[in-house]
């Protein structure tokens, strides 16, 4: 079993900036074994592909909608992925997950190659 806390979200005005983190935790998963991933899901929406990192942190993909504002890191000995969010935008509101890659089947941009979802954090841009 795989716990994900997602944490950091809230209210910010547009152009303002949020670090949301990513805790993940059990007692069998090895974190620094596994790609993961951060995904957003706004209201009446499918669940979107934002960021994901490699093992070592080395490389990092992105939606093109974050490309140069968001930025995707981890750190191995604390079990958390964080995604910096600068320069934010209304159309930057949702609900963001992060989750590990759990199959190598899929590119790294699809949902389907990733479970354990969390609860998520809601994140609100004002314009």
């Known amino acids: 079993q795989v716990q994900l806390v997602e944490s950091g979200g809230g209210l910010v005005q547009a152009g303002g900036s949020l670090r949301l983190s990513c805790a993940a935790s059990?007692?069998?998963?090895?974190?620094?074994?596994?790609?993961m991933g951060w995904f957003r899901q706004a209201p009446g929406k499918e669940r979107d592909f934002v960021a994901a990192?490699?093992?070592?942190?080395?490389?990092?993909y992105y939606a093109d909608s974050v490309k140069g504002r968001f930025t995707i890191s981890r750190d191995n000995a604390k079990n958390t992925v964080y995604l910096q969010m600068n320069s934010l935008k209304p159309e930057d509101t949702a609900v963001y997950y992060c989750?590990?890659?759990?199959?190598?089947?899929?590119?790294?941009?699809?949902?389907?190659?990733?479970?354990?979802w969390g609860q998520g954090t809601q994140v609100t841009v004002s314009s």
């Open positions: 989750a590990p890659k759990v199959l190598s089947s899929y590119h790294y941009t699809h949902i389907n190659g990733y479970a354990y």
């Open positions: 990192i490699t093992l070592s942190g080395v490389t990092t």
């Open positions: 059990g007692r069998t998963f090895s974190f620094s074994s596994h790609v």
